[in-house]
């Protein structure tokens, strides 16, 4: 099969779903598939890029007229680059500091060009849980409504989110949008148990690590986890790995409060490899993500993948639809039996999702055309 990917950007380590696509399109063409890709409102880019390797790719400014980006597609998609699908990889605020996308109809269905498309849907519209502020409310409909016109417009084939309550949003908007999981973005590396930074932790045998991978949510409130876990009577070590982002002031606020009944350990921003040590190497990992939506998470799936067992604290229900929160496939939900859960649970054997991804999304198109 011959795709294109049509992403807003393409600057790999500066957005999360220009990775996301750079790694699945690259996983597509190890498995024998022909794949190109589109920047088309690149906001990386200074002027147009043309490269081919690892596949062909095209970069375009966004601060160039989209008459003239247009052009390019058209020039890029007409010589040699067949596509017998476009997948669109979609995200709001990539057209619009407020999510508006009005005025894309067009212009993306003459990129397309007739093509059968898919839209995979990384985000969607604001004010669809139950404890949305007024703005988000009011903003919301209003997202909606330029986002189903420009469905209507492109006619997708197929119609894909990350998680079941995105896609039960789509489907109460008449959109029949399935779900395609997100994989990890730490590749799994063969565990090295010589690992230093673990050698040098005292008392490793007796203490656990509990690690927080990647930002941590401004709203995410520690307690009352910390205390359950005090009164274990384990030592602890919270490891925070990656770029933390608005959480740093949070990580100093607990370092502050917690210091004397807990040790906490900065291990910030590592190559992917020493990433992937530190997951097999953790005894849990935290998500700051509420329950609903940790699907919607790459640092989640990269901590299971690596068959570190999640803790998810955040367990009030968001969505008037969604089911009610339970633990499993790695996932241990904070309640009533939470002590027992957490004494209870096994590491998994790591397992890269990404082969398996891949092929899911090639038989959903394969299935479509």
């Known amino acids: 099969m011959k795709i294109t990917f049509l992403v807003p950007t393409l600057e790999a380590g500066k957005d999360g779903v220009a990775d996301y696509t750079l790694e699945l399109a690259q996983e597509c063409q190890r498995q024998g598939h022909d794949v190109a ?38 020039k890029f998609r007409s010589s040699g680059v067949k596509s017998d699908f476009v997948s669109l990889q979609f995200v709001p605020y990539s057209f619009h500091p407020k999510g508006l996308v009005m005025g894309w109809e067009r212009g993306l269905s003459d990129a397309i060009g007739g093509t059968p498309s898919h839209v995979m849907f990384h985000e969607l519209w604001l004010g669809t849980a139950l404890s949305s502020p007024w703005k988000h409310r009011l903003l919301g409909p209003i ?133 992937s040590q530190w997951l097999q190497h953790l005894d849990f990992g935290v998500t700051t993500s509420p329950v609903s939506l940790v699907e919607k998470s790459g640092t989640v799936a990269a901590m299971r993948e690596h068959g570190l067992p999640v803790i998810v604290t955040r367990t009030a229900k968001l969505f008037a639809f969604e089911e009610e929160p339970s633990s499993g496939d790695g996932l241990i939900v904070f309640g009533k039996r939470f002590r027992e859960q957490l004494l209870g649970v096994s590491r998994k054997n790591p397992a890269a999702g990404l082969s398996r991804i891949a092929k899911q999304f090639i038989r959903t198109l394969e299935s479509a055309r």
């Open 143 to 275: 997202q909606r409504h330029f986002i189903l016109r420009l469905l209507r417009r492109l006619k997708p084939a197929v119609v894909s989110t990350s998680n079941q309550i995105y896609a039960q949003i789509l489907r109460r908007s008449g959109v029949p949008a399935g779900v395609l999981p997100l994989f990890g973005n730490i590749p799994v590396q063969p565990r090295d148990d010589s690992f230093a930074p673990i050698q040098s932790i005292p008392n490793r045998a007796e203490c656990w690590l509990i690690g927080f991978f990647g930002a941590i949510h401004p709203g995410w409130d520690p307690e009352p986890l910390f205390s359950e876990l005090e009164a274990m009577g384990r030592p602890i070590v919270f490891v925070q790995i990656g770029r933390m982002s608005p959480g740093q002031e949070m990580w100093t606020d607990w370092e502050t409060r917690y210091g004397n009944r807990f040790q906490f350990l900065r291990v910030g921003e590592q190559s992917r490899e020493t990433i």
């Open 37 to 74: 890709a589109i920047g088309f409102h690149d906001a990386f880019a200074q002027e147009p890029l043309l490269v081919n390797e690892p596949f062909q790719i095209l970069r375009l400014p966004q601060s160039i007229p989209w008459v003239q980006r247009l052009e390019q597609i058209r």
